[in-house]
């Protein structure tokens, strides 16, 4: 029996309704017959990053989202651009994750759907391949203007974004199903 790759797809906006997490239930609902995407959108509530409790008792919400990494086959990061920069809590979540090697070689995509997002964006890209994460230009994606590719009904409407989502979706699904390691079940 066939089991559909499981990607944990992290939410960087602080913002209940905000277009990134718009996006990544569109993706989920575009992929559905192949990836099991689990929205984590809940980067609030991880404590902010203390080194001394890093590798020694280290708070549980931590743990539980470095096992959602660990187990996941593969990550996509869908976040907006804050200040020309990631959200704090996208990098206080990563952070969390840097003594460890749970991102170390995971397929990933990294989306930045923002304004503008190019600094962000670039600041992300720096940071997962410090965290060692495996991804290529094809599974990056930014995308400015967010706002305005998105109807009233927060229905994704722009066909150049449209094209380049299913484009990177494409790549990605290809690359995590390489990678992609046998669970217990």
Same mark, same amino acid.
């Given at each position: !029996? *066939? ?17 990134? @997490? ?15 995407? *689990? ?5 609030? !509530? ?23 990494? *660990? ?6 990061? /869908? ?10 809590? @996208?990098?206080?979540?990563? &952070? ?20 503008? %997002?190019?600094? %962000? ?6 940071? !997962?391949?410090?965290? !060692? /994460? ?13 706002? %305005? ?24 699904? &290809? ?11």
């Amino acid at each position: !029996m *066939h089991q559909n790759s499981r990607i944990l797809a992290i939410i960087g906006s602080a913002s209940k309704n905000s277009s990134n @997490l718009l996006l990544v239930k569109w993706i989920a609902e575009r992929m559905k017959n192949s990836l099991d995407l *689990h929205i984590f959108n809940d980067l609030k !509530m991880l404590p902010h990053f203390d080194p001394e409790l890093s590798l020694e008792n280290t708070p549980q919400t931590i743990l539980d989202f470095r096992t959602m990494v *660990h187990e996941a086959d593969g990550i996509l990061i /869908c976040t907006p651009e804050y200040v020309f920069s990631i959200p704090s809590g @996208l990098k206080n979540a990563i &952070e969390w994750c840097i003594s460890t090697t749970v991102f170390s070689d995971k397929p990933t995509s990294l989306i930045t759907a923002s304004a503008q %997002g190019e600094k %962000g964006h670039e600041e992300l890209k720096m940071i !997962m391949k410090t965290a !060692m /994460c495996r991804f290529q230009p094809e599974t990056t994606l930014l995308i400015q203007g967010i706002r %305005g590719k998105v109807d009233h009904k927060e229905n994704l409407t722009d066909p150049g974004t449209i094209t380049e989502l299913n484009h990177l979706l494409k790549v990605f699904s &290809e690359m995590v199903k390489q990678n992609k390691i046998p669970h217990d079940s």
